[in-house]
């Protein structure tokens, strides 16, 4: 979505944990997960996606992780959805996160242009998925 584009690392990280993130979404149990080569470190709980983050940061001390998130394919769009703010790219990028998978029409940018300047700066890249 921005000008930073997922690494062939991040890129398998985003094949191989969107399904499961699906699941996952689908079980009521979190609507996002951070992985790292192949790895799922950490599963969104009712702590949010900032905890996650922290949480991620402390269990992958090695940057280039990847944070997915999205929500329940029936999900309302008028209720609770989930956002992505500069905040949370600013928290990515001190956790060492380096890409961001969103599932498209299920996860509001909050001030986009501020939101991808954002992860442009901090070189992470963001990526919408169908």
């Known amino acids: ?3 930073v584009r997922p690494g062939r690392r991040q890129q398998a990280d985003i094949d191989f944990g969107w399904p499961l993130l699906e699941q996952v979404v689908e079980l009521d149990a979190g609507r996002a997960m951070a992985v790292r080569d192949h790895d799922v470190i950490a599963v969104e709980a009712a702590e ?3 905890a996650l983050i922290e949480r991620a940061a402390g269990l992958c001390r090695a940057k280039g992780w990847t944070l997915l998130k999205t929500a329940r394919a029936d999900h309302d769009p008028t209720s609770d959805m989930p956002t992505i703010d500069v905040d949370t790219i ?3 990028a001190k956790a060492g996160g380096r890409c961001v998978a969103l599932g498209t029409g299920r996860v ?3 001030d986009k242009a501020a939101v991808l300047t954002a992860a442009d700066r901090a070189k992470i890249a963001i990526v919408g998925i169908q």
């Open 1 to 3: 979505m921005g000008s």
């Open 48 to 50: 949010g996606t900032a």
């Open 90 to 92: 600013e928290r990515l």
């Open 108 to 110: 509001r940018l909050i």
